[in-house]
């Protein structure tokens, strides 16, 4: 599986932004659980939202949630990351990311997830 992240850029904080993920390469996109996660500067990668094969399960760090909405469209091999009321501290290189095997307690795991993206810079200012 190709990840391909796009959508990022600069926005003041409060602001919103749409990150977009395409897979290509595969079949059977439906099949994976897809994941974001971001990485600020002297950090370690961190697990923001993530979304079952059928979109019918969805779970987000608690430091994004209520603001953050992770969506998919398997018809369009996509998946989305809508982010409102953003503040200075979600500034960082979000990346998506994609897996077939895992179980409820290794969605928030990056070192679980076997394909990822290359990642976009999200940065926003104060």
């Known amino acids: 599986v190709q990840l391909q992240a796009s959508g990022g850029g600069l926005v003041q904080a409060g602001g919103s932004l749409r990150l977009s993920c395409a897979a290509s390469g595969h079949t059977t996109f439906s099949r994976y659980t897809m994941g974001w996660f971001r990485q600020a500067p002297g950090e370690e990668r961190e697990f923001v939202a993530a979304i079952r094969g059928n979109g019918g399960s969805t779970h987000y760090a608690d430091s994004v949630k209520g603001r953050f909405t992770i969506s998919r469209d398997n018809a369009k091999s996509a998946v989305y990351l809508q982010m409102n009321s953003l503040k200075p501290e979600d500034t960082a290189v979000y990346y998506c990311?994609?897996?077939?095997?895992?179980?409820?307690?290794?969605?928030?795991?990056?070192?679980?997830?076997?394909?990822w993206g290359q990642g976009t810079q999200v940065t926003v200012s104060s």
């Open positions: 990311a994609a897996d077939r095997q895992l179980i409820l307690s290794a969605l928030r795991s990056a070192q679980q997830y076997a394909f």
